[in-house]
């Protein structure tokens, strides 16, 4: 069982203004608002670090049918060095990170970039339901509901100029906040690049929630990036900066061990690892391994975009 720290956060400080306006109606009537709204958390629910504010999304046509893996392990089984390198320590110890308020800058080779209040970027965009496997590189996988909506829309609505290549994000680099970001496992802040046509890809989606959440803090709240086809550690976490960028940028996993992770990262059975294969994979919650998939299954949406290229080479 995880011992749960009560975070000194107001609903105002972790919740989207509106969610926080509908709220106040329940709360007026339960005095003592924080403690009373945990106590009807079930136990499952109890584990995730956040609000734990309910979030409605429509379903997506791009949703798996696979069953989904239990909301405990999602959010108790993870990978966030900000918080620790064991699986655990993300869901104990991210009750350090305050998702709001938030701030983001979008800029590099874009007309529209800016620095936002995290809701004002938001506000727009119409939230989905994708129920996506993801695959992680070290040989276990999971299968989510997150919450969120094609990156495609907001890089549409910023307007990159002709310059633009490459999407550079970059993690918040605070060591209150990141109590990790004090060890050099990594050269932080943590870093993740996609070419403009991946991040144009329908598949791919800016997530602030899951099961039908918002985002937990040990998934990445308040947002993060899920790129399905490609191994999980390009889905960073806790965004504060998304910039455009004519040449291909550097990534945090492949400045700190080139020869193991590439730029690309797409799931690739017949590449493997230099120190394992990847052919097959432990879906969390079974005993059988199960074979691996190209592009982690979604090669119709995404092997066009790799057309011509040797992705042993650009693995
Ligand atoms: N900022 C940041 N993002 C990150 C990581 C990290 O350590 N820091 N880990 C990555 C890895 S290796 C994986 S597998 C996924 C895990 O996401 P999950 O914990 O929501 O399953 O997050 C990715 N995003
Ligand atoms: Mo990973």
Same mark, same amino acid.
């Given at each position: 069982?995880?011992?749960?720290?009560?975070?000194?956060?107001?609903?105002?400080?972790?919740?989207?203004?509106?969610?926080?306006?509908?709220?106040?109606?329940?709360?007026?009537?339960?005095?003592?608002?924080?403690?009373?709204? %945990?106590?009807?958390?079930?136990?499952?629910?109890? *584990?995730?670090?956040?609000?734990?504010?309910k979030l409605e999304a429509a379903k997506s046509q791009y949703s798996t049918?696979?069953?989904?893996?239990?909301?405990?392990?999602?959010?108790?089984?993870?990978?966030?060095?900000?918080?620790?390198?064991?699986?655990?320590?993300?869901?104990?110890?991210?009750?350090?990170?305050?998702?709001?308020?938030?701030?983001?800058?979008?800029?590099?080779?874009?007309?529209?970039? $800016?620095?936002?209040?995290?809701?004002?970027?938001?506000?727009?965009?119409?939230? @989905?339901?994708?129920?996506y496997r993801h695959r992680c590189v070290e040989g276990w996988s999971i299968?989510?509901?997150?919450?969120?909506?094609?990156?495609?829309? *907001?890089?549409?609505?910023?307007?990159?100029?002709?310059?633009?290549?490459?999407?550079?994000?970059?993690?918040?680099?605070?060591? %209150?906040?990141?109590?990790?970001?004090?060890?050099?496992? *990594?050269?932080? +802040?943590?870093?993740?690049?996609? %070419?403009?046509?991946?991040?144009?890809?329908?598949?791919?989606?800016?997530?602030?929630?899951?099961?039908?959440?918002?985002?937990?803090?040990?998934?990445?709240?308040?947002?993060?990036?899920?790129? +399905?086809?490609?191994?999980?550690?390009?889905?960073?976490?806790?965004?504060?900066?998304?910039?455009?960028? @004519?040449?291909?940028?550097?990534?945090?996993?492949?400045?700190?061990?080139?020869?193991?992770?590439?730029?690309?990262?797409?799931?690739?059975?017949?590449?493997?690892?230099?120190?394992?294969?990847?052919?097959?994979?432990?879906?969390?919650? @079974?005993?059988?391994?199960?074979?691996?998939?190209?592009?982690?299954?979604? $090669?119709?949406?995404?092997?066009?975009?790799?057309?011509?290229?040797?992705?042993?080479?650009?693995?």
């Amino acid at each position: 069982m995880l011992v749960r720290r009560a975070p000194d956060l107001k609903w105002r400080d972790v919740t989207p203004e509106p969610l926080y306006l509908r709220r106040r109606e329940f709360l007026t009537a339960v005095p003592f608002a924080l403690g009373a709204a %945990r106590a009807v958390l079930s136990g499952d629910e109890a *584990l995730a670090q956040g609000s734990g504010e309910k979030l409605e999304a429509a379903k997506s046509q791009y949703s798996t049918t696979e069953t989904p893996t239990p909301f405990k392990d999602v959010t108790t089984y993870n990978n966030f060095y900000e918080f620790g390198t064991d699986k655990g320590d993300p869901a104990r110890n991210a009750n350090t990170l305050r998702p709001r308020p938030w701030t983001v800058t979008i800029d590099g080779a874009v007309t529209k970039g $800016g620095k936002f209040a995290i809701d004002d970027l938001l506000k727009p965009y119409k939230l @989905e339901e994708r129920i996506y496997r993801h695959r992680c590189v070290e040989g276990w996988s999971i299968v989510v509901p997150w919450i969120g909506f094609p990156l495609g829309d *907001l890089v549409k609505a910023v307007e990159p100029t002709e310059k633009a290549k490459f999407i550079e994000f970059t993690t918040l680099m605070d060591q %209150r906040q990141m109590p990790g970001e004090r060890s050099p496992v *990594l050269d932080w +802040p943590y870093s993740e690049g996609l %070419r403009l046509d991946e991040a144009k890809n329908p598949l791919t989606i800016l997530c602030v929630g899951l099961y039908g959440q918002v985002l937990p803090n040990q998934n990445g709240a308040p947002f993060r990036l899920v790129v +399905p086809w490609k191994y999980g550690f390009k889905s960073i976490k806790s965004i504060v900066r998304i910039r455009f960028v @004519e040449h291909q940028p550097a990534t945090a996993w492949n400045k700190s061990a080139p020869n193991e992770y590439g730029f690309y990262s797409n799931v690739n059975p017949n590449v493997d690892h230099p120190r394992w294969s990847q052919a097959k994979e432990r879906r969390l919650g @079974e005993f059988t391994k199960r074979p691996t998939l190209m592009f982690n299954g979604y $090669g119709d949406q995404v092997a066009s975009m790799y057309t011509g290229m040797d992705l042993k080479k650009y693995y």
